[in-house]
């Protein structure tokens, strides 16, 4: 295996590993497992019940052998993940099951789905006899018998095999609680028949939701095994294929790349796996065609769509020198692309491990319920126990005391309790990756409950960061067009940024410039050079004095204002006179202003923080709605303008996306980087956006306060359904096989309310 594969296999990325658990049935099989590899010396375990997966941080060069062989002990399977490349190939057809067409077969799903249909089939007959007397004919009870003895032996068969392997291993799970309460159902069925007096002909069986006093041995309760083992086979497999769908966005995160690439070898294309693509290859992309990994374009003009990766739905204009994504969608040209990072590097890679590594990790409340249901199956089994001999003690019949202790260990399971929390992880960060939001883990959702104040870094994040031409005054008697035209054909000559942004600005407004001849750049000063046979000369003020071209009073007093303003002026002039002035500034982003209202609307207060000086700030800040500005801090100085606020109370989130935002991103208590911005900044923060646009910042905290809401939620009904159901049951209020139904549905409850996350809509739509 590959150093590449090893690291996708084994998950092995700063000093981890990643194993894929098997056999884990319900939340206190991963508590189980984690607190016994947690044992081991160095080694700290995350397992996740959700996910099927154990993220472990190890010394260096730890066998995993070691690992495996530690979770095989606790009764489950544990193996490295195949790497992608590894996994079956896809048959045709969508599965029955419904997971996507492209996708291979679950055999555990498959296996589930098999016991189901058969237990459902010889189940419900059972059920009908013993609710509607009317059915109920001289040897009914023996007909039930022949049809659910298949049911509580074969259909529960995974429950037993895991009781008795927990047994063996001194432990007890949920597992051990269907397994006991279907059993002795059955059992005691079995003593009714054959010992008591069920078995006799004409026995009739009246369906009753509550108790009623008897002597036992003329009851049977084979409607209570075989319903409850369908049941929860229900809930299972319902479970099993809502983690799958909660899982998709990942999965289809990962099957957005290109599958094969053109390369250019010695000037021809030659078809390869994009795969075996290598940093500094030259490949080509056709209209219609997937960018195949990160690179930069070499030759051609385009339109590329990125709404896979950003959610972004209007296509960026790319020409020669412009960075591209792989996954993104060539809309228009041919381009030809030289690869600059390749397979884990890619910007898709990187964006699936996030996602995959805060669906692994664990919030608080998580690590509480984990706690719980490590302690909550023996405690079940002793309020059992003790359900069954005070109900003897208080005089009430065998039979009477049985059903309430079969009803107390049914309720109880706290499958909905294991569920709660990652089932709404997984669905909300993979809806977040869809949208363009990636949240690096649980604990980040906690965060977004507090958070009162939002710092804006100004460039780049509020503004383009880019400089844009936004204004010119003419000299009187100077048409418009002729100082964009003469000024913007000199500036496209040179490199700097102001120049560029007077040249893409003219040629925007009065079409195809002129080729400049003897351009020269005057370092510092400005540009000189002659367009259509003018001398035309652009730059400072000083350098139009130089050659005695001198602004009108008008003129000087637009050029004063727009400086006070924050912005930067060119003086133009040819002929031996002044013609006019250009403003150039970083403009705000269209949707700031409309993202700042939004933030406003959550209760946030946002705060601008700039560099610049308090007029360009607060300029800025009165055109997109910001009232508090913090302005001239210089780069190294934000972390403690960050530091200052968390002091004076405040709970702070801070946006950012530039190098010298890594510090105060890693500093507030809530970090989003713009994924537009540099590697370390989205390294340092909690949250990336992978748009430039802010109203992504609003996403990104909305959805993580909806999928901690919906966390809650899940708890609030796991807790409030078992605290409420085991007196119930206890009481002998609750027949058996309802409290298998109603056990097996709250789980689909749960993770039923956590897929509605799949439906949450950007604010920017």
Same mark, same amino acid.
């Given at each position: 295996?590959?150093?590449?594969?090893?690291?996708?296999?084994?998950?092995?990325?700063?000093?981890?590993?990643?194993?894929?658990?098997?056999?884990?049935?319900?939340?206190?099989?991963?508590?189980?497992?984690?607190?016994?590899?947690?044992?081991?010396?160095?080694?700290?375990?995350?397992?996740?019940?959700?996910?099927?997966?154990?993220?472990?941080?190890?010394?260096?060069?730890?066998?995993?052998?070691?690992?495996?062989?530690?979770?095989?002990?606790?009764?489950?399977?544990?193996?490295?993940?195949?790497?992608?490349?590894?996994?079956?190939?896809?048959?045709?057809?969508?599965?029955?099951?419904?997971?996507?067409?492209?996708?291979?077969?679950?055999?555990?799903?498959?296996?589930?789905?098999?016991?189901?249909?058969?237990?459902?089939?010889?189940?419900?007959?059972?059920?009908?006899?013993?609710?509607?007397?009317?059915?109920?004919?001289?040897?009914?009870?023996?007909?039930?018998?022949?049809?659910?003895?298949?049911?509580?032996?074969?259909?529960?068969?995974?429950?037993?095999?895991?009781?008795?392997?927990?047994?063996?291993?001194?432990?007890?799970?949920?597992?051990?609680?269907?397994?006991?309460?279907?059993?002795?159902?059955?059992?005691?069925?079995?003593?009714?028949?054959?010992?008591?007096?069920?078995?006799?002909?004409?026995?009739?069986?009246?369906?009753?939701?509550?108790?009623?006093?008897?002597?036992?041995?003329?009851?049977?309760?084979?409607?209570?095994?075989?319903?409850?083992?369908?049941?929860?086979?229900?809930?299972?497999?319902?479970?099993?294929?809502?983690?799958?769908?909660?899982?998709?966005?990942?999965?289809?995160?990962?099957?957005?790349?290109?599958?094969?690439?053109?390369?250019?070898?010695?000037?021809?294309?030659?078809?390869?796996?994009?795969?075996?693509?290598?940093?500094?290859?030259?490949?080509?992309?056709?209209?219609?065609?997937?960018?195949?990994?990160?690179?930069?374009?070499?030759?051609?003009?385009?339109?590329?769509?990125?709404?896979?990766?950003?959610?972004?739905?209007?296509?960026?204009?790319?020409?020669?020198?412009?960075?591209?994504?792989?996954?993104?969608?060539?809309?228009?040209?041919?381009?030809?692309?030289?690869?600059?990072?390749?397979?884990?590097?890619?910007?898709?890679?990187?964006?699936?491990?996030?996602?995959?590594?805060?669906?692994?990790?664990?919030?608080?409340?998580?690590?509480?319920?984990?706690?719980?249901?490590?302690?909550?199956?023996?405690?079940?089994?002793?309020?059992?126990?003790?359900?069954?001999?005070?109900?003897?003690?208080?005089?009430?019949?065998?039979?009477?005391?049985?059903?309430?202790?079969?009803?107390?260990?049914?309720?109880?399971?706290?499958?909905?309790?294991?569920?709660?929390?990652?089932?709404?992880?997984?669905?909300?960060?993979?809806?977040?990756?869809?949208?363009?939001?990636?949240?690096?883990?649980?604990?980040?959702?906690?965060?977004?409950?507090?958070?009162?104040?939002?710092?804006?870094?100004?460039?780049?994040?509020?503004?383009?960061? !880019?400089? &844009?031409?936004?204004? /010119?005054? #003419? $000299? @009187?008697?100077?048409?418009?067009? =002729? *100082?964009?035209?003469?000024?913007?054909?000199?500036?496209?000559?040179?490199?700097?940024?102001?120049?560029?942004?007077?040249?893409?600005?003219?040629?925007?407004?009065?079409?195809?410039?002129?080729?400049?001849?003897?351009?020269?750049?005057?370092?510092?000063?400005?540009?000189?050079?002659?367009?259509?046979?003018?001398?035309?000369?652009?730059?400072?003020?000083?350098?139009?004095?130089?050659?005695?071209?001198?602004?009108?009073?008008?003129?000087?007093?637009?050029?004063?204002?727009?400086?006070?303003?924050?912005?930067?002026?060119?003086?133009?002039?040819?002929?031996?006179?002044?013609?006019?002035?250009?403003?150039? !500034?970083? &403009?705000?982003?269209? /949707?700031? #202003? $409309? @993202?700042?209202?939004?933030?406003? =609307? *959550?209760?946030?207060?946002?705060?601008?923080?700039?560099?610049?000086?308090?007029?360009?700030?607060?300029?800025?800040?009165?055109?997109?709605?910001?009232?508090?500005?913090?302005?001239?801090?210089?780069?190294?100085?934000?972390?403690?303008?960050?530091?200052?606020?968390?002091?004076?109370?405040?709970?702070?989130?801070?946006?950012?996306?530039?190098?010298?935002?890594?510090?105060?991103?890693?500093?507030?208590?809530?970090?989003?980087?713009?994924?537009?911005?540099?590697?370390?900044?989205?390294?340092?923060?909690?949250?990336?956006?992978?748009?430039?646009?802010?109203?992504?910042?609003?996403?990104?905290?909305?959805?993580?306060?909806?999928?901690?809401? /919906?966390?809650?939620?899940?708890?609030?009904?796991?807790?409030?359904?078992?605290?409420?159901?085991?007196?119930?049951?206890?009481?002998?209020?609750?027949?058996?096989?309802?409290?298998?139904?109603?056990?097996?549905?709250?789980?689909?409850?749960?993770?039923?309310?956590?897929?509605?996350?799949?439906?949450?809509?950007?604010?920017?739509?």
């Amino acid at each position: 295996m590959s150093s590449q594969a090893e690291q996708v296999a084994g998950g092995g990325l700063d000093g981890g590993i990643e194993l894929a658990i098997g056999g884990m049935t319900c939340a206190s099989c991963a508590n189980r497992v984690e607190r016994k590899l947690n044992k081991l010396d160095g080694v700290s375990a995350t397992v996740n019940y959700a996910t099927e997966k154990a993220r472990i941080t190890v010394p260096d060069g730890y066998d995993p052998g070691l690992l495996i062989e530690e979770v095989e002990k606790t009764g489950y399977t544990a193996s490295l993940p195949e790497p992608p490349a590894a996994a079956a190939p896809a048959a045709d057809g969508a599965p029955a099951d419904g997971t996507p067409a492209d996708e291979p077969e679950d055999p555990e799903l498959t296996s589930l789905r098999q016991r189901l249909i058969g237990s459902v089939v010889l189940t419900v007959p059972v059920i009908a006899m013993a609710m509607i007397p009317a059915l109920q004919f001289t040897y009914w009870q023996w007909l039930s018998l022949a049809l659910a003895a298949p049911v509580i032996v074969w259909g529960a068969w995974p429950f037993h095999r895991a009781a008795w392997a927990n047994l063996k291993h001194g432990a007890a799970t949920m597992d051990t609680l269907i397994s006991m309460g279907t059993l002795a159902a059955f059992l005691w069925s079995l003593y009714a028949l054959f010992l008591g007096t069920a078995g006799h002909p004409g026995m009739t069986h009246p369906f009753e939701l509550t108790v009623a006093p008897s002597d036992g041995a003329g009851n049977i309760y084979l409607e209570v095994g075989a319903g409850v083992t369908m049941f929860i086979l229900l809930g299972r497999w319902f479970e099993k294929r809502s983690k799958r769908q909660a899982g998709a966005a990942l999965r289809a995160l990962m099957e957005l790349g290109a599958k094969e690439v053109s390369v250019l070898r010695d000037g021809a294309e030659v078809r390869i796996p994009a795969g075996q693509l290598a940093v500094d290859d030259e490949f080509v992309v056709r209209p219609g065609e997937k960018i195949a990994t990160d690179g930069v374009v070499t030759q051609g003009t385009s339109a590329v769509d990125q709404s896979m990766l950003t959610g972004e739905s209007v296509p960026v204009e790319v020409a020669v020198g412009d960075s591209v994504t792989g996954a993104t969608v060539n809309a228009g040209g041919r381009l030809v692309v030289r690869a600059t990072r390749v397979g884990a590097d890619t910007q898709l890679a990187q964006m699936a491990r996030m996602v995959e590594d805060a669906q692994t990790g664990k919030a608080q409340v998580q690590r509480l319920a984990d706690r719980i249901s490590g302690v909550f199956v023996p405690v079940v089994i002793v309020i059992a126990v003790v359900t069954l001999v005070a109900w003897l003690v208080w005089g009430d019949s065998v039979s009477a005391a049985f059903t309430a202790a079969v009803a107390v260990l049914v309720i109880a399971c706290p499958c909905a309790l294991g569920l709660a929390t990652p089932t709404a992880l997984l669905v909300g960060t993979g809806r977040g990756a869809q949208m363009g939001v990636l949240i690096k883990g649980p604990e980040t959702l906690e965060s977004t409950r507090t958070i009162d104040t939002v710092v804006l870094d100004k460039t780049g994040t509020v503004t383009t960061g !880019a400089m &844009t031409l936004t204004d /010119t005054v #003419a $000299e @009187a008697g100077v048409a418009r067009a =002729d *100082l964009l035209r003469f000024a913007g054909a000199l500036e496209s000559a040179s490199e700097h940024p102001i120049a560029r942004a007077i040249a893409a600005g003219a040629a925007q407004e009065v079409g195809e410039l002129p080729a400049p001849q003897d351009f020269r750049n005057l370092e510092g000063r400005g540009v000189q050079g002659v367009v259509d046979g003018t001398a035309v000369v652009v730059g400072r003020e000083s350098l139009l004095a130089d050659w005695s071209q001198h602004l009108s009073p008008e003129v000087s007093r637009a050029k004063a204002d727009a400086e006070a303003a924050g912005r930067t002026v060119v003086t133009v002039g040819w002929n031996g006179e002044a013609r006019g002035i250009l403003i150039v !500034a970083d &403009t705000v982003k269209p /949707t700031s #202003a $409309e @993202a700042i209202a939004q933030l406003k =609307d *959550l209760g946030l207060t946002p705060i601008l923080l700039t560099g610049d000086n308090e007029a360009v700030a607060r300029q800025i800040a009165g055109e997109v709605g910001i009232d508090e500005v913090i302005a001239g801090v210089m780069p190294a100085d934000k972390v403690d303008v960050v530091t200052r606020l968390q002091g004076a109370g405040k709970v702070v989130a801070m946006v950012g996306d530039g190098v010298n935002d890594a510090p105060a991103l890693a500093q507030a208590d809530l970090g989003l980087a713009m994924g537009t911005g540099t590697d370390v900044a989205i390294e340092a923060s909690d949250i990336t956006l992978v748009r430039g646009d802010l109203r992504a910042a609003v996403d990104a905290i909305r959805l993580s306060r909806k999928t901690l809401s /919906t966390i809650k939620t899940n708890l609030f009904w796991a807790f409030a359904y078992n605290v409420a159901a085991i007196p119930v049951a206890a009481l002998g209020m609750l027949n058996p096989m309802l409290a298998g139904a109603a056990m097996a549905f709250s789980s689909v409850f749960v993770v039923g309310n956590s897929l509605r996350l799949r439906g949450f809509r950007s604010v920017a739509r």
